[in-house]
């Protein structure tokens, strides 16, 4: 095929998965799809190999191929025209959490499967202990909510009526639920018009054969960068602070990387056995975080479609935090994903030393849910970035959504005008980001007051006891941390996950995530890029005189000069 | 009184178009940019043109300005030193933002950087009060955490500040109050509240909506004074003096300054403006897509049945503007955009630029990376001896050719003329998705529209795009070059209101809707009246924001009179499913519709230029033969290529296609297999043969 012609089919492609993407948050009922924009959306050839995406959430970038091939394997030569399948089972579907439901339908042209058009999107409430589902105490998948296999939801362009009524008897927000379901079918078919468009342009084997090459191009630009990298083996490890259940032990993630010509083998086996509470993650997602480290040390620009599939070799270990034994609970995946993300980063920056990074602030999500005065149930649900630690080219962003992660922060005034919250405090923590030449980045502090006698708190991750490292002299990352009620005699500090704390009106909760780690000695940072500091409120005088070893005298000088001004000003205006 | 005079200022060159009313004489000029005192430029063209034709600065009855000003202040961070006013407590919004990454590889990047704040944390000051959602005050104004904050802003010399208070959508009193203590406080610091600027819910694009019209405030006040007193010292003293909008209407010099934040889109929007009156001129012709190919960047819009698409807000430059603009969609793709192998192998095209300087290889200014430019001039398209628009720079074919060879062509094992294709199909794929954006992917179908060409560089690419795109075919205003000046003399004047009144459809009727309306109406009125426009120049139009019950973003829906009819309600609410239908393929007809914003726009219609071929020809075909060229299409050999002189094409011409149009502003390709043809207002219509 023709460089140009191909390249002009990918560009398409990458387009229509962008259409997808607008349409499914403008038209989200949920806050978690229409603020957070936690939902992706890709297109995938019959085997499930992805041919075309656009990234959003890069963690679902493995998933939906799984899905795909359950489907597939579910129901073999059943898949018909104008059909759409559901499924949000972490083990006989492939999605992360089953909080996560994937819709798919296929595509055909004459009577031939050619694709399949698909979205993942987190649902505000599928059932379970607690409302949102997200149960960070569970011990077992059957406390996650309801599980649906891979099931067919439409047939041939008929709604099937029972699944849709299983659906809604099965969430305490059922009109959300299938709003967000009608989306996802929405997007899906919006992808078959545009594939189709697409077939018509180009007609089917040129596109087909494009689909092939550019996984092709892909896996041979991954395989040409490794064969320039030396030979040989790097470990990492990555620790999360508790599984939920057992809160003294924390929870070990480890990968041994080994790079051999122009192949990459990531071996989990090192991992911890998988625990009782839900830290494990099933393998198609830790593929797709092996996928994530690799193109962001080869090259961001990289599209992340079968052809990095391709070169990925994993070893995983029955049992394993990796590779559990359902049901093993796994819905709060983050952490532990994002734990097993930083470890291969870590081995991968063995090879390629210029991109190392200091550690992040980690992931998590806040649920405060229950009913409101008026008696309606309500699940509002967030997720707060945190920090990236900081590197050899410079200081670590703050307050953003690290690695696999990326959903929005819901606005102050959307959360107050649905639900019975009210935010008290939403800033930057000052000192957050580990001191060091180039400082982690700082990290937000939100607090919540709550407003009706029925409400309960669910936290699903954070590093309340594990900080984000330091690198090269640099200093961790500030601890994060969930206080109920701070400086009242009912003060009580809190683990990074738990469920189903009791709350009434008048209570409040501050939640405080982690600062990322510094890079280089903090007192190698210039006087003037830590008076700067200082002067913003992201480093205490204390601090820079401490950790940066500034001087005192000069420090306090120059803010005086700085205020300065400001005192000259009222004396005359007195 | 009778001169009519456009001017917009670009990056590299001010083109003017003046009309004189009296004789339809149409002049069109361009003089390099003066940038950072774009005033200089203005005035030096106007005055050469005004010694040229022997008239005086009082002749200019009407003067209309699309400027880059503001856009400029924005990219390269050199707008006014400002401050920040929030609730206490609230330092977050501003410096989390959306705290999502962008989209797309910036996602895998572990060197990602925010893009720095228009407001350093040093300058944003607490202020201690609180509103709730329901507008009920929670916290009174604590008014000396008021003046303090004055006193610091004045001290450090604050220019401009923007106050952002949570809820002041719903109760603006407290951000009024503040701006009257400012008033005392520190009465030359320049004042937006986001309870004035953008009245809208989720504070994080509101806040950062004001902060760009508090940025651009001093600025744009500046250089409209400037401007002002510069056009008053040449003797020009009509009141009818006008800046373009982002919404594609004019506004007089002090509103627009007032609101700076709407002036971010002035240039690209005036083009659009010029595409809307054409269409509306030519019956056959009104629904097209305007493609504005410049040096750097392609701004492309839809326009349908004469109407052109409207959002209410979006990024621009890598900041959030809530504000009702012309939904006009940037790529950076242009003449001057770069082409490279990757490290793939694979042959990329931008979004890198050579700007301006060194520019094209051809040139001959330093460049080295071949553009786009390189690769029309190579294929034959663009002729080396000719000079460019308003400058004297020939182009060298040699260099272009060997950097091409070298730099593409080797590296991929192909012919160089090969690659040269290569780079022009792969820009015009790029400028293809743009057009899907504004189209296709809102649910048109490209096969009812026009692409209309302009821009220096957009009837080079424009017919192999549309017949791509399966397009009706391509349009060619008779000035492609300056067609954005053109659209300045054909514009009104536009105020865009909105409230926020949430409730469900089935809850209101038809009189409560014209009781909003008419109430918004009559504020529209007591603005444009008090600007000095009269009753018998205003019109309105009227749009409501809908969403099904339960979904946090809206679709707008026209509303076609006003005061509505019982009945009318359930019509908009059919157009509502089929809007969100065609947009996001599904629709809920049986589900809750809420009214979440009323939308009013005051138009002050201004007398304005009225379209006529600026070309008299009256000879045959042959008479604008120029020469023949070799030029490149689909074969590896050159075709033997006609060239004409635009101007004097007589109306009616047919032009068999392989043939390019020469003309001083911009060159027009028409591919083997398309046939222009000349017709009414001189515009050239090229269609499959």
Known sequence: ?574 | MSLRVAVDTGGTFTDFVVLDEKTGALDVFKVPSTRGSEADGIIAGLEQYLKRQRRAAGDVGFFSHGTTVGTNAILEEKGAKTGLLVTEGFRGIYEVGEQSRPYGATTYDLFYQKPPPLVRPRYTAEIGERVLFDGSVLRELDEETVRAAARKFRAHEIKSVAVCLLFAFRNPAHERRIAEIFAEEAPNCNVSLSSEVIPQIREYFRLSTTLVNAYLNPLLTGYVAALDGRLKELGCRTDQRFIMRSNGGVATFETAARRSVQTILSGPAAGVVAAEKLAAQMPGYRNVVTFDMGGTSTDVALIENGSPARRSGGKVHDRYVLVPMLDIHTVAAGGGTLAYVDASGVLQVGPQSAGAIPGPVAYGRGGTQPTVTDANLVLGYLSAGNALAGGTLSLDKDAAERAIREKIAEPLGLSTIDAARGIVEIVNVKMQEAIKVVSSNRGYDLRDFYLLAFGGAGPLHAGPMAEELGMKGVLVPPFPGVTSALGLLLSDVRHDYVVSDLRALEAVDARKVNEVFEGMRKHAEGELLGEGFRHNQLVYEYDLDLRYVGQGYELTVRVERVPLHEGDLQKIRGDFDQQHLALTGHSAPDAGVEIVNYRVTGVAIVPKATLASPFSAKGTLDDAFVSYRDAYFGSAKPVQTRLYDRANLPEGAQIDGPAILLQADSTTVIPPGQRGRVIELGLLEIMRA
């Open chain 1, 1 to 574: 095929m023709d460089p140009i012609t191909f390249q002009v089919i990918q560009s398409r492609l990458s387009g229509i998965v962008q259409e997808m993407q607008d349409s499914i948050f403008r038209t989200g009922y949920s806050t978690i799809i229409r603020e957070s924009q936690d939902a992706s959306c890709m297109l995938m050839d019959p085997s499930g190999d992805v041919i075309g995406e656009h990234v959003v959430l890069p963690l679902h970038i493995a998933c939906l191929p799984q899905c795909v091939r359950n489907i597939q394997q579910t129901f073999g030569a059943d898949i018909r025209l104008g059909d759409a399948f559901l499924t949000n089972h972490p083990y006989l579907g492939g999605v992360p959490h089953s909080m996560d439901m994937a819709v798919i339908t296929p595509f055909f042209h004459n009577g031939r499967l050619v694709a399949f058009c698909g979205s993942i999107a987190h649902k505000s409430d599928l059932g379970g202990v607690v409302p949102g589902t997200g149960y960070g105490n569970a011990r077992e998948i059957f406390q996650e909510g309801i599980q649906y296999p891979p099931v067919r939801l439409i047939s041939q362009g008929e709604i099937m009526q029972d699944i849709e009524a299983i659906l809604r008897a099965n969430s305490r927000t059922p009109e959300l639920v299938l709003g967000d379901i009608r989306g996802q079918v929405g997007v899906a078919r919006l992808g078959e018009r545009r594939l189709a468009e697409l077939i018509e342009r180009y007609g089917l084997e040129p596109a087909l054969e494009a689909f092939a090459m550019q996984q092709r191009v892909t896996e041979d630009r991954i395989r040409a960068t490794l064969r320039s990298w030396p030979d040989g083996a790097f470990e990492a490890e990555s620790w999360v602070d508790t599984d939920g259940i057992t809160l003294d032990k924390r929870v070990r993630y480890h990968i041994r990387i080994e790079k051999k010509g122009d192949g990459i083998v990531f071996d989990s086996t090192g991992c911890q056995d998988q625990t009782q509470g839900p830290v494990n993650i099933v393998p198609s997602l830790a593929l797709g975080c092996y996928y994530f480290a690799l193109i962001a040390m080869i090259d961001p620009k990289l599209p992340n479609n079968g052809g990095v599939a391709r070169v990925v070799q994993a070893k995983f270990r029955k049992g394993s935090v990796l590779d559990p034994y359902f049901p093993a609970a796994t819905n709060t995946y983050m952490a532990a994903a994002t734990a097993i993300t930083e470890a291969s980063l870590q081995a991968l920056s063995g090879f390629v030393s210029e991109k190392r990074m200091a550690g992040n602030g980690g992931v998590g999500g806040i649920t405060i849910s229950g009913t409101t005065p008026a008696g309606k149930p309500f699940v509002q649900y967030e997720s707060v970035g945190s920090a990236y630690g900081a590197h050899a080219h410079g200081d670590g962003p703050s307050a953003v959504t690290v690695l696999l992660s990326n959903a929005r922060i819901s606005p102050v005034e959307v959360l107050e005008s649905e639900f019975p919250t009210r935010l008290v405090r939403f800033e930057l923590i000052e000192d957050s980001g580990g001191p060091g030449k180039y400082r982690g980045g700082l990290v937000q502090r939100r607090e919540y007051e709550i407003l009706t006698d029925d409400a309960q708190l669910t936290l699903r991750g954070g590093r309340h006891e594990v900080p984000a490292f330091g690198l090269a002299g640099g200093q961790p990352g500030r601890l994060g941390g969930c206080v109920l009620n701070p400086g009242m005699q009912s003060e009580r500090r809190m683990p990074s996950r738990f469920s189903g704390l009791r709350l009434k009106s008048g209570d409040r909760v501050l939640l405080e995530r982690a600062g990322g780690g510094g890079f280089g000695g903090p007192r190698e940072r210039s006087f003037e890029r830590v008076l700067d500091d200082v002067i913003d409120g992201y480093v205490s005088r204390d601090a820079a005189i401490a950790e940066y070893g500034v001087d005192e005298r000069r420090l306090d000088e120059a803010l005086e000069r700085w205020e300065h001004r400001l005192r000259e000003f009222a004396n005359v205006q007195r």
